[in-house]
């Protein structure tokens, strides 16, 4: 299941870094820890064990907003709007759980060092999957095959 949420910046003129990834990771870790401090902690530090592979089993979009403006020499976003949105992924229904149960009890979001505001938070609906699809990735997808001779 997604979870999309809608933050609104608590003041005016916040900025988030241009690699936001950690400090979103980092929001979505503590919102967890609201609900259970052991999951969100077992979470990152051991993860899911498949075979010999670790896995978090959760994922995120890009930040989606409006009306920003990149300072590259300064590796930040300066928001003009001050909405941003965000998707939340996992197939673990723990991981779900704990998130929604955290998301409402908080009342502050920080993304690196701005804070946000709560506005709305929905779920979104699995998609009907039948015979072909096409899907647009809202975040990065890495593959990597074992080659014998020359390592992955």
């Known amino acids: ?3 999309k949420l809608t933050l609104r910046a608590k003041d005016e003129g916040t900025s988030i870094p241009l690699n936001y990834n950690y400090a979103v990771s980092a929001l979505i870790y503590k919102t967890i820890a609201e609900s259970s401090p052991e999951f ?3 979470l990152h530090e051991k993860g899911f064990v498949v075979g010999e592979k670790t896995f978090k089993f959760f994922t995120f979009s890009r930040i989606e907003t409006r009306d ?3 300072d590259f020499k300064a590796s930040r976003i300066f928001l003009q709007n001050p909405y941003i949105k965000l998707q939340v992924s996992s197939p ?3 991981f779900l759980k704990n998130f929604v149960f955290g ?3 908080q009342q502050t979001f920080r993304i690196d060092k701005s804070d946000f505001i709560l506005d709305s938070a929905e779920t979104i609906e699995e998609p009907e999957i039948t015979g072909e699809s096409n899907f647009r990735a809202l975040s990065p997808i890495t593959q990597s095959i074992r080659i014998e001779e020359n390592g992955t």
């Open 1 to 3: 299941m997604r979870i």
């Open 40 to 42: 969100a902690n077992k």
């Open 68 to 70: 920003a403006f990149v």
């Open 92 to 94: 673990i229904d723990e």
């Open 103 to 105: 998301t409402f009890t």
